[in-house]
């Protein structure tokens, strides 16, 4: 394997009287040093030159740099020792040493920098590819180096302590509605609480709705996210987001079916959690089917909001879904039903929508065809297009439930079940 070296004659240190001092200097420092300095290694000429790097090192509270002249000699240190940071000269590196890097030195160093003196397109895409973020010219610049460490160190931060709320809006039957309440409930949110931040994520990671609704021309979507999925902070998340209405930035669904199989349950998880850990609320609007990643999510999720409508068949599968949510082990207080398209002429009513399903109605969102679909026409949530009306209101008052001492969340388990028999038997409870 042909791997990038130091140039002959710096391999192995002079051994005069100065770099004799330097050396044992640098050897005092590190034991005097406090137990969480971070360590980096440097590797051939990548650090280059030593007086520049040093100094930048020093500033952003690493240690004095651990040095050895291949890449070869780079992963079995690695194999001995943990170092928070690697440079790597990417000069020479061919397609194996590329290899090296992503199967052996990325899973042991947290962060790389790459380090070139004439670096190609291509050369830096493939550093990419290998899982070294961040690239610096050679001889290094120490302005340069120092905001490339400086960005590395952030990341190298403890998430933060508060927990984000977690939201997914669900429905197991489509048609009901459930993207447009994500859209407008992710709005009211951000309106509502309007120094925090909201994110909203399609979790139908392929060709889904919310992309259409705003008419969303994303530069990145959850593809892109999922491919760095090991890597994820909060730079990357806003950098991979696209902004929205009331300032919610969205994570779309991709156009590319290959995606669909990228983000299983694992990766579902690491990206929910990275999420709470940088929004107040994130908003989820989830797949119908009940697969890994939609189990997934609606486990982690603080609050389910079970999108329904005042019909049999919409009140049937809330039914089947509560069911299951029992079965899982949900709180009550963790769902919140919302009847969507509600209007005076349907033949059931809300009284009969919490008869059939034994709990109470968060929230009535009333039937507004025509305001909603101008507001889908023109790409914004019908909660900006008509702010007064009484479906945006009803959207803020979704997000108030959302609070746990909301009343909203209380279960009304008395006289649920003393509905007359046909209705018990048109929603098989086992009535006579």
Request: a negative charge; one cysteine or more.
């Amino acid at each position: 394997m042909t791997v990038s070296t130091l140039p002959e004659g710096l391999a192995e240190a002079p051994s005069d009287t100065r770099t004799n001092t330097r050396t044992e200097t640098r050897t005092e420092t590190r034991t005097n040093m406090p137990t969480d300095t971070r360590s980096v290694l440097v590797v051939g000429d990548a650090g280059a030159p030593a007086s520049v790097s040093d100094a930048v090192l020093t500033r952003c509270g690493f240690g004095a740099p651990d040095r050895v002249p291949s890449l070869a000699e780079a992963v079995a240190q690695l194999r001995q020792h943990r170092y928070d940071l690697v440079l790597i000269p990417l000069a020479s590196l061919d397609d194996a040493a590329l290899s090296t890097i992503e199967h052996d030195v990325r899973p042991a160093a947290p962060f790389i920098i790459g380090t070139a003196a004439n670096a190609t397109q291509d050369m830096i895409l493939g550093a990419l590819r290998a899982g070294i973020p961040e690239f610096v010219p050679s001889p290094l610049d120490e302005d340069e180096l120092e905001v490339a460490v400086r960005r590395l160190v952030r990341r190298m931060e403890p998430p933060p302590r508060t927990r984000g709320m977690l939201v997914a809006v669900y429905s197991a039957k489509g048609g009901l509605g459930t993207t447009s309440v994500a859209v407008n409930l992710a709005t009211a949110l951000c309106r509502e609480h309007s120094t925090e931040r909201v994110a909203l994520v399609d979790l139908v990671v392929v060709n889904g709705d919310v992309r259409v609704m705003l008419d969303l021309k994303p530069a990145y979507d959850v593809g892109d996210l999922v491919m760095k999925v090991d890597r994820i902070d909060g730079e990357l998340l806003t950098s991979l987001m696209t902004p929205g209405p009331a300032g919610v930035l969205i994570l779309p669904s991709s156009d590319r079916p290959e995606v669909q199989d990228l983000v299983d349950g694992t990766a579902t998880a690491t990206i929910l959690e990275r999420l709470r850990a940088h929004f107040q609320y994130v908003v989820l609007d989830l797949d119908h089917y009940l697969g890994e990643r939609t189990i997934g999510a609606l486990d982690a999720a603080d609050r389910v909001v079970l999108v329904t409508q005042l019909s049999v068949p919409a009140l049937r599968s809330t039914q089947r879904s509560l069911d299951l949510f029992n079965r899982l082990g949900y709180p009550p207080s963790k769902v919140l039903v919302a009847v969507n398209r509600s209007n005076a002429e349907s033949a059931l009513t809300m009284a009969d929508a919490e008869s059939v399903l034994g709990r109470r109605v968060a929230v009535r969102l009333p039937n507004e065809f025509n305001a909603c679909a101008d507001a889908t026409t023109k790409g914004v949530p019908v909660i900006d297009f008509e702010p007064s009306s009484s479906l945006a209101e009803a959207y803020h008052r979704l997000a108030h439930a959302l609070d746990p001492a909301s009343p909203a969340q209380a279960d009304r388990t008395n006289g649920t079940n003393s509905g007359n028999g046909r209705k018990r038997r048109l929603f098989r409870l086992g009535g006579g």
